[in-house]
């Protein structure tokens, strides 16, 4: 359904994005991560035909994003992070406006338009003029514009962004069964929302793709261990030689300290503690760490530094 060749973008002398390549099938539901100034709105810029890469292809359903523009963006719903919405217009005006914009045919729109309103939970603001829903209803709102015509690809920018939490559980409720009927790719800050939803993760730096694969895998990746220690000096650097050993950092908040991260599915415990024995040192602490995605993600980016240096 997507497939992403060799993307990149430059803003003048900066690359936004550099090499990028990955494909997606129907019905799979995509999170897009990285931090700020990864290069994820360039690439849902580019995918919704608002940007044109510098060099590479991007193709939506077998459409080129640049020489077949309007075939692209016909199979395309898009749900930016601030949805463009017309104040003085009501939920079922605004959704017919769009509606018109998407070339659905006249006679289909009105049935349409129901749907999606029904979809999203609407019904009860139909005639309410958009200016006066609150922050979660106009996300709903733009929600269901981007829901419009039954898009093969749904592109979403932070969806859950001004929702409660019961509205958060039903847009994920609404992602997933969307999902039965289109590819979503969804960037959100709430990694909450990411996990409970993506059943896979592009993780983005500096432009370029650190990781593609299962979210369960990325999650399996977070085996970290705590270890407090007294005695000697050369005891983080006897943890690194340990087999199945990936990284030891010295936290400096606190004397002795250490975070060691191991290979996924790796129970170290025991070669830790004979490890810090051998060395002379006193084990006061061996506890594991399993911040969920967020720890597993910055560790991600962390051993990418690393990597790099």
Do not use: W
Request: proline share 5%.
């Amino acid at each position: 359904m997507l497939k992403v060749d060799r993307i990149s973008r430059r803003y003048g002398s900066r690359l936004a994005l550099k090499d990028l390549s990955f494909q997606a099938g129907e019905h799979e539901i995509i999170a897009l991560m990285g931090r700020n100034g990864a290069g994820k709105s360039t690439l849902m810029n580019i995918l919704t035909g608002y940007l044109a890469p510098s060099e590479g292809q991007a193709f939506i359903g077998g459409h080129d994003v640049q020489s077949e523009p309007l075939a692209a963006r016909r199979l395309v719903g898009y749900l930016p992070e601030t949805p463009p919405l017309y104040p003085d217009m009501t939920v079922r005006e605004y959704l017919t406006y769009c509606a018109r914009l998407k070339g659905i045919a006249a006679k289909a729109i009105k049935a349409e338009v129901s749907q999606v309103i029904e979809r999203t939970g609407l019904k009860e603001y139909t005639n309410r003029l958009s200016r006066a829903l609150s922050k979660g209803y106009r996300q709903r709102l733009g929600m269901a514009q981007a829901l419009l015509g039954s898009p093969a690809l749904l592109v979403l920018d932070e969806p859950g962004s001004g929702l409660d939490p019961l509205q958060m559980v039903q847009m994920r409720e609404l992602i997933v069964s969307a999902a039965k009927g289109c590819t979503v790719l969804l960037s959100s800050h709430i990694l909450s929302e990411v996990t409970n939803v993506c059943t896979r993760a592009l993780v983005l730096e500096a432009g370029q793709l650190r990781y593609d694969g299962p979210m369960s895998t990325l999650l399996e990746g977070e085996n970290a261990l705590r270890v407090v220690y007294q005695g000697a000096e050369g005891i983080p650097d006897a943890l690194r030689t340990l087999p199945g050993v990936r990284r030891v950092r010295e936290l400096p908040e606190e004397a002795g300290a250490l975070e060691l991260l191991g290979e996924p599915g790796s129970d170290l415990r025991r070669a830790v503690s004979q490890c810090v024995t051998d060395n002379g040192g006193i084990l006061l602490e061996l506890s594991p760490q399993r911040g969920g995605l967020e720890s597993a993600f910055l560790r991600l980016l962390d051993d990418g530094k690393e990597a790099a240096q």
